[in-house]
Structure formats: structure tokens, C-alpha cells
């Protein structure tokens, strides 16, 4: 079955570099959700969106910022990147019957 | 905010031996309550959910679930464990934000060792 895509899968950054990340959740799922997770660390809930507007935010940096595009595809723009915004993150699509489904992550490492 | 907590860093478990990883919530109102798994470096794969209803929860990969208001309680379980089955496990509650949002609050979760 289809499922959430993320891209890319592997990113590598300077310290004060910026990225972003991209999210494609099967068509017509409406609801994204941000994660970030640190080595070792559980998720934590970082930003959602819900028909293209911000539904919820969590602990997301202000360095952060994300959107929800038209086709409801789903950009994380990370800016002055530090070294602990090395993580796994992940976008996951909020299905109708409730529970939240994950991609496999993107894993950015920040040198 | 609604939250769970789960006890044990690491739970190790023979091949074939009944396996439980434990999980507690603390909600307000009604809980909704998530089990999911993580191989390395893999994303979170759902396992089962409590809404409502009956208090054992079946799901994917034989696993199962007992949810206990009385303890607050939401236990996995499985009858026979495989060495495949060790992994990382989170305890996820749903977390209500206002105006009928809201986004799953983990656990810090429970490293699964199953041994040959």
C-alpha cells in the first residue's frame, strides 16, 4: 500500500547551513504532522497542519517554520542549523480512523 | 496535557516466552491510546490503538493490549515472542489542543530484546 513519503532520506549540514525537508502523504490526507527525534530520544510533536493551515503547534524552534503546500505535500525549512538539530525526523498523515501513519524519517546530520 | 510514561528502559525475553512492556497514561476525560513499534533507524510503525469498547485490543503481529482505567494502565503483550519482535516500543497518547486538533504525546519508550 502507499504510504508517506519523505525526501530526502539522508541530509548532511554545516553548522548555520539551512534545509529542508520534504513530506508527500497519500493523496486527499488532508492532516500532516512534524516530528523530530533525537538519538536516543522519543518523538516530539514539532508543528501540524490541517487543509493547508497550521493546526497545532508544538515545540518547533523559531528557527523553524513549515507549510502545507496545495497538493498537501508538506516542506520543514530548518535555518541556522546547530548541532543538535541533528535528528531523525519525521512527517506522519493522520488517517481517518485515528492513529497517526509515519514515513520512514529523514536523518539530518548537522557537522 | 495527557501523557504516558513507561517504566522499563529494556526488557529482555527468551524466544517463545510471553513478552509485556508496560505502559501508564494520565489523561483527562477519556484516553485514546497508541502502541507503536521502531526497528533502527526505521519510522514508527502502528501496532494498535484503544478507543473504546473491549479492554483487550488485538493487533498487527499478534501483539495485543489490555487497557486497565482502574490502574490506568495499557500493557502490551504478546503469547510467544519472536526474535524479530526486538525493537523499540512507544506508549503514544492522543493529546487534544483545542479546537478539535491534536497530536500523539509518546513515551519515552521500551527497548524490546528478545534472545535466541
Known amino acids: 500500500a502507499a504510504g508517506v513519503i519523505q525526501s530526502p532520506r539522508h541530509l548532511i549540514k554545516e553548522k548555520r547551513e539551512t534545509a529542508t525537508l520534504k513530506c508527500y502523504p497519500i493523496?486527499?490526507?488532508?492532516?500532516v504532522y512534524w516530528y523530530q527525534q533525537g538519538p536516543g530520544q522519543d518523538p516530539q510533536f514539532l508543528i501540524s497542519?490541517?487543509?493547508?493551515?497550521?493546526?497545532d503547534k508544538g515545540s518547533i524552534p523559531d528557527r523553524f517554520s513549515a507549510q502545507q503546500f496545495s497538493d498537501y505535500h508538506s516542506e520543514l525549512n530548518m535555518s541556522s542549523l546547530e548541532l543538535g538539530d541533528s535528528a531523525l525526523y519525521f512527517c506522519?498523515?493522520?488517517?481517518?480512523?485515528?492513529?497517526?501513519?509515519f514515513g520512514e524519517g529523514s536523518r539530518l546530520t548537522v557537522l | 496535557a495527557q501523557s504516558v510514561a513507561q517504566p522499563e528502559d529494556q526488557v529482555n525475553v527468551a524466544e517463545g516466552n510471553p513478552l509485556t512492556v508496560k505502559c501508564t497514561y494520565s489523561?483527562?476525560?477519556?484516553?485514546?491510546l497508541f502502541w507503536y513499534v521502531q526497528y533502527p533507524n526505521r519510522g514508527l510503525q502502528f501496532l494498535l490503538k484503544?478507543?473504546?469498547?473491549?479492554?483487550l485490543v488485538k493487533g498487527s503481529y499478534g501483539f495485543e493490549a489490555e487497557f486497565n482505567k482502574s490502574q490506568t494502565s495499557f500493557h502490551l503483550k504478546k503469547p510467544s515472542a519472536l526474535v524479530s519482535d526486538s525493537a523499540l516500543y512507544f506508549c503514544?497518547?492522543?493529546?487534544?489542543?483545542?479546537?478539535?486538533?491534536?497530536?500523539?504525546?509518546f513515551g519515552k519508550g521500551t527497548k524490546l530484546s528478545v534472545i535466541p
Open positions: 506522519a498523515e493522520r488517517r481517518s480512523t485515528g492513529e497517526l501513519f
Open positions: 493523496p486527499r490526507h488532508d492532516t
Open positions: 497542519f490541517y487543509e493547508k493551515m497550521q493546526s
Open positions: 489523561v483527562s476525560g477519556n484516553p485514546y
Open positions: 484503544y478507543i473504546t469498547g473491549d479492554n
Open positions: 503514544a497518547v492522543r493529546d487534544y489542543s483545542g479546537a478539535g486538533s491534536y497530536q500523539l504525546t
